[in-house]
């Protein structure tokens, strides 16, 4: 089987635990903080089927990356109410921040994997770069998620520090979030390099410091 293959069939557990426990946060940071929403709904679970969106989870990235080269996906959101958070303004930001929080805790156990159980990558290239690429999924999670772009959690935490006056619409961004975020991540670089000089701002705004992250993670732990 080709090696590629193997790597992305490897790479889809650590993909799994990724998004499982970013969505699993979410829900238990909430019933810390007083709303039991999620729990009702079976969402602080660790089964990843309880997380999947058949479409954002499976179907989009699969066409993305046949398509256009680019992977990107969602899980289903997790519902909670925030009225309900005994002090909502300060627990919204601490809900929605929970998800990336984890995702950098990840990055970091697997680079302490790494440095325990791999050695140099040519003892074992298809592992190493598998244990690579997880460390970096989590922190593109986490940083990605991280933007002030509604529905994204960044924005949950911005909203925590706003005005009222501000607050609603700014939330109503979160209706054409989604497509903003597509234009960022598709339509603008294609339509930039179509005109000679391609602008990549997710790349820019995401991938770049991730990818410098686990390049850091990677030095410090004697990887690279």
């Known amino acids: 089987m080709n090696s ?19 969505e699993a946060a979410h829900g238990y940071a909430a019933f810390a903080l007083g709303d039991d929403t999620a729990k009702r709904a079976g969402r602080i679970s660790l089964n990843p089927i309880r997380h999947i969106d058949p479409f954002g989870t499976i179907l989009l990235p699969a066409l993305l990356a046949l398509t256009v080269g680019t992977v990107f996906g969602y899980a289903k959101p997790v519902p909670v109410d925030f009225h309900r958070l005994r002090h909502p303004r300060r627990d919204m930001a601490l809900v929605a921040a929970a998800g990336p929080l984890t995702n950098v805790a990840l990055a970091l156990v697997f680079a302490v994997l790494f440095f325990f159980l791999l050695g140099p990558a040519d003892n074992n290239p298809i592992l190493w770069n598998v244990m690579v690429m997880s460390i970096q999924l989590n ?16 924005s949950k935490v911005v909203a925590s520090f706003l005005p009222e006056a501000i607050l609603e619409p700014y939330l109503r961004l979160e209706a054409f979030g989604f497509l903003i975020l597509i234009g960022l991540l598709i339509v603008v670089p294609y ?23 686990t390049s850091g993670i990677m030095e410090l732990i004697g990887a690279l």
Do not use: C, K, R, S
């Open 4 to 22: 590629q293959v193997i790597q992305l069939l490897l790479f889809a557990g650590p993909a799994i635990v990724a998004i499982t426990l970013h």
């Open 191 to 213: 339509v930039t390099g179509m005109m000679g000089e391609p602008v990549d701002i997710i790349w820019w705004l995401v991938a770049a410091p991730a990818y410098e992250l």
């Open 139 to 154: 922190f593109v999670l986490a940083i990605l998620n991280l933007l002030p772009l509604p529905p994204l959690d960044g």
